[in-house]
Nanobody, 123 residues
Framework: EVQLVESGGGLVQAGGSLRLSCAAS????????IGWFRQAPGKEREGVSC????????YYADSVKGRFTISSDNAKNTVYLQMNSLKPEDTAVYYC????????????????WGQGTQVTVSS
């Protein structure tokens, strides 16, 4: 059974940091692209960052470039999202997702999703 489990969300003040984790099981981690998406109330789900596990290639949305860092520990089947200099507009539920293919921001292309973790940034 494929599972993605996010953790690490919480409440933080603007300018603070959080590290999200996405623990994957039930599939061959190295063959997949792992993406982080977020969805704020009343807004569409948007791609934040993704990583191709096979070669470590990373991609970032313009809104988080320079503040967020995605990384993976293939031995632990875990992907991390280090979020620094957080802003109130980063407040959302953050999801990790996985699929086999080329890195993509299109959430409909991802096959597997975690349950999400809430990130709230206070001003």
């Amino acid at each position: 059974e494929v599972q993605l489990v996010e953790s690490g969300g919480g409440l933080v003040q603007a300018g603070g940091s959080l590290r999200l984790s996405c623990a994957a099981s039930g599939f061959t981690f190295d063959d997949y692209v792992i993406g982080w998406f977020r969805q704020a109330p009343g807004k569409e789900r948007e791609g934040v960052s993704c990583i191709r596990s096979s070669d470590g290639s990373t991609y970032y949305a313009d809104s988080v470039k320079g503040r967020f860092t995605i990384s993976s520990d293939n031995a632990k089947n875990t992907v991390y999202l280090q979020m620094n200099s957080l802003k109130p507009e980063d407040t959302a539920v953050y999801y990790c997702a996985a699929f086999e293919g080329d890195p993509s921001w299109d959430p409909t292309g991802y096959d597997y999703w975690g349950q999400g973790t809430q990130v709230t940034v206070s001003s």
